[in-house]
T-cell receptor, first 113, second 114 residues
Framework: KNQVEQSPQSLIILEGKNCTLQ??????????LRWYKQDTGRGPVSLTI?????NTKSNGRYTATLDADTKQSSLHITASQLSDSASYIC????????????FGTGTRLTVIP | KAGVTQTPRYLIKTRGQQVTLSCSPI?????VSWYQQTPGQGLQFLFE???????NKGNFPGRFSGRQFSNSRSEMNVSTLELGDSALYLC?????????????FGPGTRLTVL
């Protein structure tokens, strides 16, 4: 069964600290993996998209890694800011004609001053 | 380029009523996907439309329906509303120009069923 699991479910960190969010998936055949940031009450915004040939991708203070062999990805946030408080959603695309996407339930990050 | 717009942003209905939500994709995008998001469930795929045709459908009851117009604008309809339909409904405009069909989400419509 194609699944995407994220950990932790929630996380509280101090402003300025780094953190890492995890995503494990069983989606096969794999096409791509995306990380989205979703502010409360808003739509998700894409942070990174990686295909199987990419193992690292950065977007400012956000760095995503992908290990297609172990089917794991992580999102590292450097020098966190209050505005990083949001839910982070991992989405895995299946390489089929339907281009199915499988969504994790997200990690809720709270950055406190 | 203007982003994805969804109307209305907030909606309050009572059980048994029906509701229609609207989504205007990014100009030039011909594909629109709809999702339901509830706390703890994450995003659940409803359906996808491409060039006025439903191309993919999620596992939702027939009370949920949608359509797409020739200008790529899309609507989704929920009939006979239930309390459990309270959720954030998100529309995603899909770019077919990349190899992985990048999705751009709208701000969502917050539906509350009383």
């Amino acid at each position: 069964k194609n699944q995407v699991e994220q950990s932790p479910q929630s996380l509280i960190i101090l402003e300025g600290k780094n953190c890492t969010l995890q995503c494990n998936y069983t989606v096969s055949p794999f096409s791509n993996l995306r990380w989205y940031k979703q502010d409360t009450g808003r739509g998700p915004v894409s942070l990174t998209i990686m295909t199987f040939s990419e193992n690292t991708k950065s977007n400012g203070r956000y760095t995503a890694t992908l290990d297609a062999d172990t089917k794991q990805s992580s999102l590292h946030i450097t020098a966190s800011q209050l505005s990083d408080s949001a839910s982070y959603i991992c989405v895995v695309g299946e390489q089929t004609g339907a281009n199915n996407l499988f969504f994790g339930t997200g990690t809720r990050l709270t950055v406190i001053p | 380029k203007a982003g994805v717009t969804q109307t209305p942003r907030y909606l309050i209905k009572t059980r048994g009523q029906q509701v229609t939500l609207s989504c205007s994709p990014i100009s030039g995008h011909r594909s629109v996907s709809w999702y339901q998001q509830t706390p703890g469930q994450g995003l659940q795929f409803l359906f996808e439309y491409f060039s006025e045709t439903q191309r993919n459908k999620g596992n939702f009851p027939g009370r949920f329906s949608g359509r797409q117009f020739s200008n790529s604008r899309s609507e989704m309809n929920v009939s006979t509303l239930e309390l459990g339909d309270s959720a954030l409904y998100l529309c995603a405009s899909v770019s077919s120009g990349s190899s992985y069909n990048e999705q751009f989400f709208g701000p969502g419509t917050r539906l509350t069923v009383l």
